[in-house]
């Protein structure tokens, strides 16, 4: 049984960093592309991020792009979202998704969501 297990989140300052963790466990975690969503208060989810099986290729949205940085250890069968510059949009509820496909930004192709961890950051 897949579990997608987030941590990291947190109330921070504008301007401030937060590294968010993603634990999965279930399946053999390198053979799955994985991603980070968010969902805001009153809005819908948004891509975030994305990473190959293997780690050498990312995707970013706009809205993080040179801010944010994801990165996955595959023996710790973990997933990483380092966030740097934080801004008051980036509020939201942050989920890790996993999906036998290849990398992708689009969230109908991941099978597997953990249950978020929320992030607030304060003007």
């Known amino acids: 049984q897949v579990q997608l297990v987030e941590s990291g989140g947190g109330l921070v300052q504008t301007g401030g960093s937060l590294t968010l963790s993603c634990a999965a466990s279930?399946?053999?975690?390198?053979?799955?592309?994985m991603g980070w969503f968010r969902q805001a208060p009153g809005k819908e989810r948004e891509f975030v991020s994305t990473?190959?099986?293997?780690?050498?290729?990312?995707i970013y949205a706009d809205s993080v792009k040179g801010r944010f940085t994801m990165s996955r250890d595959n023996a710790k069968n973990t997933v990483y979202l380092q966030m740097n510059s934080l801004k008051p949009e980036d509020t939201a509820v942050y989920y890790c998704?996993?999906?036998?496909?290849?990398?992708?930004?689009?969230?109908?192709?991941?099978?597997?969501w953990g249950q978020g961890t929320q992030v607030t950051v304060s003007s």
């Open positions: 998704a996993q999906t036998r496909a290849t990398y992708s930004r689009y969230a109908d192709r991941y099978d597997a």
């Open positions: 990473i190959s099986k293997s780690g050498g290729s990312t």
């Open positions: 279930g399946r053999t975690f390198s053979s799955y592309a």
